[in-house]
């Protein structure tokens, strides 16, 4: 079961496939857990979010696509097809057919004018480029890729002090953006065009953003990786070992979820599998994530 397109007033949103399947083991991908709490939402996420063959949490790589009656706009890229990834077996050099889903999804990839990373990940930015006689350039020729300055500059400073851990991204998926003259430094709560802006979400990353989307009275909300699976909806402040910041992370993840349960903001996390998007509702001295 993957998202199914929606409506945001006069807005639809799409979600494009990389891969979904069981990931991770719980206690591996959030170290702050505990064995008998996450034992307790076995039978709430089991199958769909945690497999039971594998005992791994299931998880989505996947795109969203927003289209407005003004603009067609991308959101995250995935890992992306031909990079190097060496440290990541089961992200290098992947062929995944992600561009033949957007074609299907009826996007063409010169029709869009807005590219925005929630974060400067390995699994978000991999689309911003594909391999083209041996070089990388933007896949989507038209667009301006949206980054934030605060994410852009730290890891851009990192990269300089030493190789990044996830492999060379900046070089195969964002440097090539900025030579191409399409990247926009922005602000961590820029406004897109009406209706479409950021907020500043720390934690995950120094500089990650939540891309908000509002038409017709009604809400969106994409977090990124503000929050990966939908154990850590009851449990707030278990972040993922990839977290920059895990305290600042589970904070601003507690923070959102207090200010959005039981409104009719949809939020639209980059990782939940299934239906993926779905609403907060606040579930005794804690959340649960209503799906649909
Ligand atoms: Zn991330």
């Known amino acids: 079961m993957t998202m199914k397109p929606f409506t945001i007033g006069d807005c639809t949103v799409i979600a494009i496939e990389e891969w979904i399947g069981p990931y991770v083991a719980p206690l591996k991908f959030m170290p702050d857990a505990t064995a008998e709490r996450i034992e307790r939402q076995r039978t ?79 699994d978000h930015v991999g689309w911003n480029t594909r391999l083209v006689d041996g070089r990388w350039v933007p896949t989507f020729p038209n667009a301006r890729y949206v980054f934030a300055r605060k994410e852009y500059e730290y890891w851009e400073k990192r990269n300089r002090e030493e190789p990044l851990p996830q492999g060379p991204l900046l070089e195969d998926s964002v440097f090539p953006i900025v030579e191409a003259g399409r990247a926009v430094l922005v602000d961590t709560d820029h406004q897109i065009a009406p209706g479409l802006r950021l907020e500043p979400t720390p934690g995950h990353t120094p500089g990650h953003v939540c891309i908000h989307l509002e038409s017709g009275g009604r809400h969106a909300i994409f977090v990124g990786d503000m929050m990966h699976h939908p154990i850590q909806v009851p449990e707030p402040l278990w972040s993922s070992g990839f977290c920059s910041d895990r305290v600042q992370s589970g904070l601003t993840r507690k923070s959102f979820l207090e200010r959005h349960a039981d409104t009719d903001a949809v939020v639209v996390p980059a990782h939940f599998a299934g239906e993926t998007a779905g609403r907060v509702r606040s579930d005794g001295a804690t959340f649960r994530f209503e799906f649909g």
């Not at 039971?52 to 097809?81: E, M, W, Y």
Request: glycine share 2%; hydrophobic share 40%.
């Open 44 to 122: 709430t996420l089991q199958p769909v979010h945690w497999d039971p063959k594998t005992d791994l949490l299931v998880f989505a790589f996947q795109s969203f696509v927003v289209r407005t009656p003004r603009h067609t706009v991308v959101i995250d890229t995935c890992v992306g097809n031909d990079k190097e990834r060496p440290a990541r077996p089961n992200w290098h050099r992947k062929s995944w057919p992600w561009m033949d889903n957007l074609r299907r999804a009826g996007i063409a990839p010169e029709a869009v004018d807005y590219v925005l990373c929630t974060h400067l990940h390995v």
